[in-house]
């Protein structure tokens, strides 16, 4: 019986074909990398016109021709030289400089998916696909012929720029994506909910809402939270921060730029160089804007000896971090250069860090149920034993690794291990969520860390009278505050529960006659914790209710005489056309407890 195709091999099948069909309408098209990626494929690729979406039209009818050619995958093993001369000869400029890189590093390095390593065994051996007149550098693998993509459904998405090798003093190459599954169906179907993506963007969204800005003087992703975005990050602050106080979490406050010294102890210069700003020199000393919260906590720790009897010690910051992204991959909140963390760091006791970890999944899974994320997993982000970047000795790595998936288990929390997903101090716990548009997102992660109280020669004192080493347990339930809210907005469609709504009452006065009862009123529930608004403009009853839905407030009242005369409330739930009659202190109760229960 014939094994079926993986959709990812038909994807990256379909990159190669979409190469060859571009080839064929614009020959002089120089070729960057054409990863697979979710739900389909991309190729970057130097043109000399810009195109235009009718142009991904005329690519598509092209790659159905080729695809209907019946042309075979050619599979072809070159010296390193002869592949270079062959890619200089046509050429592939890119191609040669990743093969150059391939020479000199032993790797291309571009990105998972696409990149090429040398084998040790094959020394100096490079693999290319050829497929018509298009040949590519590529370790595969494909299907065998184009026939097999014959029953693919595929369609061109969308054009975009990318700078070669994600960095901005290169070539800016045309970069086009593509859709691909097995069926139609499950095409239509994610075209239908890319639709209702852009419907639900949190940057639309965001500014319809007025929750957040990004201006272009004050600086690329870097957000500035308006009044009403800043009333949702703080109600979210003091829902982790309730639960965090009865797990004995204590809150500090750490300075936003260190000594470079300090991370070069935590290792993080030396692993993250890319993404920290650049030094600041101040009085002949040379400090950076933090791009981690942990140094900072770590000196909080050893002010001081610690007794076995005082750990675990659990200090907890909503700490900004700055980090250099390239202006390319910044996207609204959930891409951005400075951003807060929930995060703490949990100095513990060998013998605690089961139980510390197993505290911090209940912690999350708490912090997901009331955000209504009810599909998610954990993923068990494992070292790469191929590679050099980790600290610390192997003892410690499997120790470490083995308590994670034990207490995991024991959570009866789906999961799956990704080796070459750990930091660079030791193995994580990511949990990864499906929003209501089946779109995964990595929020929560937990970490557990042998490699820094290491580096940083952190004690406390043991029964025995003796110094010992604590283990650091490092944990974001929320990941980082934009990012979260980002995908909150989106989850919900900006339609937020009550308690996280910047507005929860909107009062609709019928007539100016109605101002000062609807004001009183106002102030009325702002004194019972009711975060209210009084539209005072003197438009019609019908166009308020439109803008109080479209603002997405989950409760309107219209004050009338009747609602005056009779001391009643006449309410409006969002989404919903019937209005209910309440008692005015029936419907405080009511929402205090929607606001208090978090419903």
Known sequence: MKKDIPIEVKRHSLAHIMAAAILKLYPKAKFGVGPIIDNGFYYDVELSKKLVPDDLKKIEKEMIKLINQKLPFELEELPLKKAVELFTEYKQEYKVELLNDLKQKGTTGISEEESQDLDPKKKDKVTIYKTGDFMDLCRGPHVESTEQLQNCAFSLDRIAGAYWRGDEKNKQLTRIYGLAFDSKKLLQEHKHNLELAKERDHRKIGKELDLFHISAEVGSGLPLWTPKGTIIRRELEKFLTELQEKDGYEEVITPHIGKIELYKTSGHWQNYRENIYSPIKIDGEEFVLRPMNCPHHIHIYSSQMRSYRQLPVRLVEYGTVYRYEQSGELSGLVRVRGFTIDDAHIFCRPDQI???????????????????????????????????????SDELWEKAEKEIEEVVKSKKVKYIKEEGEAAFYGPKLDFVVKDVLNREWQLGTIQVDYNLPERFKLEYKGADDKTHRPVMIHRAPFGSMERFVGIMIEHFGGAFPTWLSPVQVYIIPVGKDHFKHSEELGKLLKSEGVRSEVDLNRETVGYKIRKAEKLKVPYMLVIGDKEIKEKILTVRSRGSNAVKKMEQEEFIKKIQKEIKERK
């Open 354 to 392: 089961m139980e510390e970890f197993s505290k911090v999944i209940e912690l999350i899974k708490t912090v997901f149920s009331t955000i209504k994320f009810k599909d998610f997993e954990a993923r068990i982000g494992l070292r790469d034993p191929k590679s050099s970047k980790y600290v610390g």
